[in-house]
């Protein structure tokens, strides 16, 4: 099996080349590319994400678009969907492997912060259950490249709440892996703001998703409730 690494971009100039150089260093040679999908950056995302070896394209802003761009330039057998600033484990390939050979076609990893304060050690312990709101695309995603066509990628209309939209949408079809290690996430969101503003924006946000809210609605309160 050959792996297509997926890498949304929006300004990320300060991150892309060490996750560039992580997936390089920890290729096991099943790595087929490295994909960046930028949307729209001024800080020279993308060229700092082409020298340091990746295919670049540019897309319009969003991630759900910016991820459907990267798997339809992607030419693996499994599509990994990361965010810039979170680092897997170095073992990612051998687990997606795994958890492939295990009968799991998509999947995704449980999470840690790169950060000493104890209150987010909370956020991570969750990361463990088997529940949606547990979920997100801090934890990186896996999946085949014939359960994404099936599931025809991620909805292009949505704004927000893109991963759990997959997410659920594949859980009535397909068998689901939390593999039981820990990406390395950014906890940048919380040091620029409290950890229970971010905490209620996230309950609100998905309180309204699973209520039926619309992505204008959605994306105008978490707005309104982060800045």
Known sequence: ????????????AENIQRLIEFFKKNDNGQLRELIVTDGGSTDGTPQIAAAAGAKVFSCIKGRAC??????????????????????????????????????????????????????????????????????????????????????????????????????????????????????????RKYDERSWLRVMMSNSIVFTMFRNGASQNAMVDMYKRLLG
């Not at 073992?91 to 050979?101: C, G, I, P, Q």
């Open 1 to 12: 099996m050959t792996i297509s690494i997926i890498i949304p971009t929006l300004n990320e």
């Open 66 to 187: 910016q991820m459907n761009k990267g798997a339809e330039n992607a030419k693996g057998d499994i599509l990994y969907f990361v965010h810039a600033d979170s680092i897997p484990p170095e073992s990612f390939m051998d687990d997606l492997n795994n958890a492939f050979t295990e009968g799991f076609p998509i999947g995704c990893f449980r999470f840690k912060f790169n950060s000493p304060k104890k209150i987010l050690k909370f956020n991570s312990f969750m990361t463990r259950f088997d529940k949606i709101f547990c979920r997100g695309g801090d934890q990186t995603l896996y999946v085949t490249r014939d359960v994404f066509d099936d599931l025809e990628g991620y909805r292009n209309d949505f704004q927000i709440m893109e991963e759990y939209d997959f997410i659920i949408r594949a859980r009535k079809k397909y068998p689901f892996k939390i593999i039981p290690k820990d990406v390395l996430v950014s906890a």
